[in-house]
Nanobody, 116 residues
């Protein structure tokens, strides 16, 4: 079993900051890509950040980082805007123990609400 557990969401005023964390645990052989997505009410889930790309809307404000020793990926969010309000999901491409193929896993999501 592999689990991704996010934390760090909450309510913040516009201009504020939050730091999201996502820890992968369980029977993991290796972790390839890890990234963050978000889904606002009535909208499709969209990419926020991976190691090699950021959504245009968050460039210069959000920073993704990863601690390989802890199997954890972070999303530092600065200069938050009301339009950043969404459920944020962690995604990881993982090869489980005993497996040979990469499997895409999702976390349960963490709510980020930015008030104006």
């Amino acid at each position: 079993q592999v689990q991704l557990v996010e934390s760090g969401g909450g309510l913040v005023q516009a201009g504020g900051s939050l730091r999201l964390s996502c820890a992968a645990s369980g029977s993991i052989l290796s972790i390839n890509a890890m990234g963050w997505y978000r889904q606002a009410p009535g909208k499709q889930r969209e990419l926020v950040a991976t190691r090699i790309t950021y959504a245009d809307s968050v460039k210069g404000r959000f920073t993704i980082s990863r601690d390989n020793a802890k199997n954890t990926v972070y999303l530092q969010m600065n200069g938050l805007k009301p339009e950043d309000t969404a459920v944020y999901y962690c995604n990881a491409d993982i090869i489980p123990w005993g497996g040979i193929r990469t499997v895409s896993y999702w976390g349960q999501g963490t709510q980020v609400t930015v008030s104006s």
